[in-house]
């Protein structure tokens, strides 16, 4: 795939699908201590509302939940004709609200950064695009552990969640919490939260490419517990009944010192990949 394709894709998939963004997150208090959590956190709870269930969420590793990760993430692109494309990208994120792709090889120099829901995106060492941006999956299965509710409410509304519309159902066997749809509703903005493990399984969000509506239904898979966090280490987005783009981590690092500059746009070319 040429670099303008894959930095289209970093736009596109998952891991990066983004939205205006509303306000953006406060900084949470720092602290670098392991998580101390117990195995089903959510278990007896029964929440009621959108805002119960992010307070929840905020509340579950009690202000210890990690500071940063690392890793490397190896892409499958499925293609209309069948075949696969396959890509690499190394990623630190620090909570809330930072993250980094490279795209791999390094020599490409090509990527992006995201800090306080805005996006640089480089291709050959070289600025070429800047948006305000949401990233879901970053602000739902990391920063929402950390950052204000009030913060995270006004991130998912601006992702047009509806956060007056909550319900109980099931996904694969278990309970869930869905925020944002009715029941048989499959195409509004929604987010599918485990009921006992407080944690985010499922996304769904509606957007447009020219005159065509898209729905990506985001499949948040295979969670590892890493030094006492749970961690999803698999991402799968299914377009249209098929696998459009599939996500998984490996050489998970929590909790190390990242390269000064990590997040600075001006120092882009200066951040090395970890061997």
């Known amino acids: 795939m040429m670099r303008s394709g894959i930095l289209f894709a970093a736009f596109a998939v998952a891991g ?3 939205f205006k963004s509303g306000a953006t997150p406060e900084p ?5 201590t392991k998580a101390e959590t117990s195995r089903a956190p959510g278990a007896g709870l029964r ?3 959108s805002a119960g269930l992010l307070r929840a969420m905020h509340d579950r590793y009690d202000g210890k939940f990690l500071k940063t990760m690392s890793f490397l993430q190896n892409n499958t692109a499925y293609t209309p004709s069948g075949t696969e494309v396959k890509s690499q990208w190394y990623e630190h994120i620090e909570v809330p609200g930072k993250l980094r792709i490279a795209f791999l090889p390094a020599a490409t120099k090509s990527g992006l950064v995201q800090v306080d829901n805005k996006v640089a995106s480089f291709d050959n060492g070289i600025r070429v695009d800047f948006r305000p941006s949401i990233n879901p999956l970053l602000l ?7 950052a204000p509710v009030a913060g995270v409410t006004r991130d998912l509304d601006s992702l047009h969640v509806d956060m007056e519309v909550m319900r109980d159902d099931e996904w694969e066997g278990q309970p869930v919490y869905v925020v944002g749809a009715k029941a048989g509703d499959s195409t509004s903005n929604q987010m599918w939260v485990d009921r006992d493990h407080l944690r985010l399984v499922r996304f769904v969000q509606r957007s447009r ?5 898209i729905v990506s239904d985001i499949r948040v898979l295979n969670y590892k517990e890493i030094q006492g966090f749970d961690i999803p280490t698999e991402f799968l987005i299914i377009r249209n009944g098929r696998p459009f783009w599939r996500e998984q981590y490996a050489d998970v690092r929590i909790n190390e010192q990242l390269p000064a500059g990590t997040f600075d746009q001006a120092r882009w070319n200066d951040i090395p990949i970890p061997k």
């Open 16 to 18: 990066c699908s983004y």
């Open 28 to 32: 949470a208090p720092s602290s670098g």
């Open 47 to 49: 929440l009621a509302t």
């Open 140 to 146: 739902l299965t990391a920063d929402v552990y950390v």
């Open 209 to 213: 490419a020219g005159e065509r509506n």
